[in-house]
């Protein structure tokens, strides 16, 4: 690949980690939210899942963060960034436990999409270790999907 060619791919992979970042980050608050505000019959099932979840989210968003440091990259780190950047919304806060789990799975779905593309970009880029990275974080976004699809009896 020309040096322009990898200047130009680094960059667009830089600015869709920096979008993960964000998003992690914006989904971190929002399961904290749900994780706090669960009622319900399956108040102690969900409340005890959307902690792991956000205590993973936020593992891997430290690693994407990480991962962009390692390549010279600038990880973005304030509230305001997170939320220009995001491409998931905040908790309304008026949200019903299957709302909550819908809304998670529907988020997962989006990262999926968006973690694709990073993917396609690293290959594009030669950057073996960051298409592993979200490889492995697709996979893991998938498998949560399918529990809690299971869980909405779906």
């Known amino acids: 690949m020309a040096k322009t060619q990898t200047t130009k791919a680094s960059t667009t992979?830089?600015?869709q980690l920096n979008?993960?970042?964000?998003?992690?980050?914006?989904?971190?608050?929002?399961?904290?939210?749900?994780h706090w505000y669960v009622k319900g019959p399956n108040f102690y099932t969900l409340h005890?899942?959307?902690e792991e979840l956000y205590n993973e989210v936020t593992l891997k968003m430290d690693e994407i963060a990480?991962?962009?440091?390692?390549?010279?990259?600038?990880?973005?780190?304030?509230l305001k960034e997170y939320l220009e950047l995001?491409?998931?919304?905040?908790?309304?806060?008026?949200?019903?436990?299957?709302?909550?789990?819908?809304t998670i799975i529907e988020d997962f779905?989006?990262?999926?999409?968006?973690?694709?593309?990073?993917?396609?970009?690293?290959?594009?880029a030669e950057d073996q270790p960051t298409s592993d990275l979200l490889t492995g974080y697709k996979r893991d976004l998938e498998?949560?999907?399918?529990?809690?699809?299971?869980?909405?009896?779906?």
Request: hydrophobic share 45%; net charge negative; charged share 25%.
């Open 13 to 15: 992979l830089e600015q």
């Open 19 to 34: 979008r993960q970042v964000a998003n992690l980050n914006v989904l971190y608050v929002k399961i904290h939210n749900f």
């Open 48 to 50: 005890v899942k959307f």
């Open 66 to 78: 990480e991962r962009l440091l390692a390549i010279k990259g600038s990880p973005v780190a304030t």
């Open 86 to 102: 995001s491409s998931i919304q905040e908790a309304s806060g008026k949200e019903d436990a299957n709302t909550m789990v819908q």
């Open 109 to 124: 779905a989006t990262l999926s999409e968006e973690f694709q593309e990073i993917i396609d970009a690293a290959e594009e």
């Open 143 to 154: 498998k949560h999907m399918w529990m809690l699809r299971s869980f909405l009896g779906n």
